[in-house]
């Protein structure tokens, strides 16, 4: 591109609600456009006399490359090259998502290139490299991506080289993990980068290509490093695999090898849970899942069976809320031919289904006391009566069980036996609901888009940025299922050849008022009529200026003092968190505090 041809990013933003496609070749100047690295170090701050340094309201920490350095090779010596890179990939997955969610948080009315180039300021912010963009081609309606970057002077590369040397791989494994998970929130789909060139094993430079998973061949091998355990998915997101985009099949009595279930995630709750899954499964205790209805305990179930010893024997499920209490130990135990009128024919129940593999027992809090009590001798003597029978029959079956309440709760209120408690809860699971693992929903987003495009016959192509934006945001009352739900309806309900947008997932009279105002340009939700919305703003100012001076005049209520009654009052709303305090008053968490000092 010759001189007479270049553009500045402030030009090329004023276009961004025209085109919303990009295309950069590297001969763009990079410094024109919010947020420039001026304001984004205006995010960190340094509070000495308490050992805490803050970037907005998350804590941060400086560390000596050396020791970088050594805990790098102390990895690689001690759990070896393969999974030390995987540990530092999902770390610094988590560090972009979290740095994504701070710019599309503080910047949202600025166009997607700002998002994205707000990414590569950070990354040098945070003195881990400094990125040269070769090549950037996106469409944010469409959901495309294309990225070529030379890395210079990575962090990364100069401690593997002083503690480990040159070798043959690439070895920025915690910068590719920043950009996946920095562009994937942005984007609201999986995207992947590889290093196709790097320092440590003898390149002229750190060269980076990245693209949406499903342009990527291979990618099994990418999801792998993403992945915390060897059972979590790592074909989820490869459209060529007929098993990917089939849905995903109902629990049942016997789970066929190629019924795959898909678990993903990478957050540090979801990982934690997925190694305790792994330490139980080889064993044969009892595992208790509790946590919110949603979350995901039948699928944490159905993982269990299929890394344990017993998944070549029958998996059976029984959703105990479901079969009146008059029938459970039918259903349970079995029932001879003539035990009660109907048994016209002797059935196994659900132990004998199960003989010799797993069952799990959901919402086993709904259980009445009666059946509780039958439950515990099963359980106990590891032997099984049927209905209207009258021999003892031994079957040899894992029990996993799930809840949705609190059930030491019910067994203070007197609603569960005690005995059977202690019995379930050998090896307590409990399981995060989704708002304590937002890492995740990038990589959901991204599998549900594809599953229920697949699935409906639809040709979505992602998700638009406020919408992404309301995703990361919003609180799931209904966890992973309603995320699924809202995923499917979007799919549905936008155009094909298009991107799913806030009005193609969201009813109203689901979301609140003040959400929707959280999520558009300068605060509220885009209009079709620039001329209106500024209208509505004015008009609002107003309102709140007759009012500030209505309460001035009969309270004696100073600016001064109506700042620090607003963050009061936001900091009560939020139950003491000065964190979810400062978000909902625009503020950083260090800002907050600081006027929270001067009263």
Known sequence: MSSSERISLADISRLNEETQTWRWDGSIENDAVSPTLGELSEFIQFSPGDGRIWLDDRRVVLMQSDALGMMRQQLIDKVGLDDARGLLTRTGYISGVRD????????????????????????????????????????????????????????????????????????????????????????????????????????????????????????????????????????????????????????????????EKHMVGISAAFNACCHQLKRVAPTRATALFSGESGVGKELFAQMLHEISPRKDKPFVSVNCAAIPDTLVEAELFGVEQGAYTGAIASRPGRFERADGGTLFLDEIGTLSLVSQGKLLRALQEGVIERVGGTREIRVDVRVVAATNVELEEEVRQGRFREDLFFRLNVFPVRLPPLRDRREDIPLLLSYFLQRYSQQHGRHITGFTARAVRALLNYDYPGNIRELQNLVERGVISADDDNAIDLRHLFRFEQMPSEFVYSVGIAGGLAKEDANEALTASEAIEGGLLDRFLALSQSESLSLESLELRLIQEAVERCRGNLAAAARMMGLSRAQLAYRLSKA
């Not at 996106?138 to 990575?154: C, K, L, Q, R, V």
């Not at 999986?190 to 440590?200: D, S, Y």
């Open 100 to 259: 994504a969610e701070l710019v599309m948080a503080r910047w949202a009315d600025q166009g997607p290139m700002s998002t994205y180039l707000a990414g590569v300021r950070l990354h040098a912010l945070e003195g881990m490299v400094k990125v040269e963009p070769l090549h950037l081609e996106f469409d944010a309606a469409m959901g495309t991506y294309s990225g070529e970057f030379i890395w210079h002077n990575s962090v990364e590369v100069e401690a593997h080289i002083a503690h480990c040397g040159m070798g043959s791989e690439p070895a920025c494994w915690t910068q590719l993990g920043y950009a996946m998970g920095y562009v994937s929130t942005t984007l609201g789909r999986l995207v992947i980068f590889r290093e196709v060139e790097c320092r440590a094993a003898g390149g002229q430079a750190c060269r980076i290509i990245g693209k949406p998973a499903e342009e990527w061949p291979n990618v099994e091998e990418d999801l792998h490093y993403i992945n915390g355990e060897d059972f979590l998915s790592t074909s989820a997101f490869n459209p060529s695999s007929a098993r990917d985009i089939a849905e995903l099949p109902e629990v049942t009595d016997n789970l066929a090898a190629e019924d």
